[in-house]
């Protein structure tokens, strides 16, 4: 069989890659969640992981914090999902990322390399540091440090 050029336009033209469509998922236990509790817990989240700082501890599971609320981890994602608009590494994430750009706009920690500031706000590894940082600011730690050192001159 010979090959056309209508045939190979065709192949070019399919996806590169198997991406499902997102299928939102209807937990039970959200429904069972009744609003005191959720208000109750989110408070409690607010207050641990915000407020007391938890999220600069790499070792802070969803696990552990469940445990200390005296609650299981599908209530504590509920929770979270429902009134954060995040899952619980996203809302980690985000707290250390504001906690990094406080830090690299702030004269004391001038000297400090990237890699401990990243480190002084919870992240274990660079490479997730560098991730996080580039997927919320939409720069490199770098290019943003350097950015603002250059405003205040």
């Known amino acids: 069989m010979r090959t056309t050029k209508k045939d190979i336009l065709q ?3 399919k996806p590169l890659y198997n991406i499902r469509k997102y299928k939102e998922k209807k937990a039970i236990y959200r429904a069972t969640i009744g609003t005191d509790l959720a208000e109750e817990l989110y408070n409690q989240i607010f207050n641990i992981i915000i407020i ?3 999220y600069k501890d790499p070792q802070y599971s969803a696990k552990y914090l469940a445990k200390l609320l ?4 599908s209530y504590l994602s509920a929770v979270i999902s429902s009134r954060f608009g995040m899952n619980y590494p996203s809302l980690l994430n985000d707290c250390r990322i ?5 830090l690299l706009t702030d004269r004391c920690y001038k000297d400090k390399k990237i890699g401990e500031i990243a480190s002084i706000a919870g992240f ?10 580039y997927k919320h600011v939409g720069e490199p730690p770098n290019d943003y440090r350097k950015r603002f050192s250059d405003k205040k001159k």
């Open 124 to 133: 274990t590894s660079r490479q997730s540091f560098y991730v996080a940082f």
């Open 52 to 54: 007391e700082k938890k």
């Open 11 to 13: 192949t070019r033209q």
């Open 70 to 73: 005296k609650t299981n981890t």
């Open 98 to 102: 504001k906690e990094v750009l406080r």
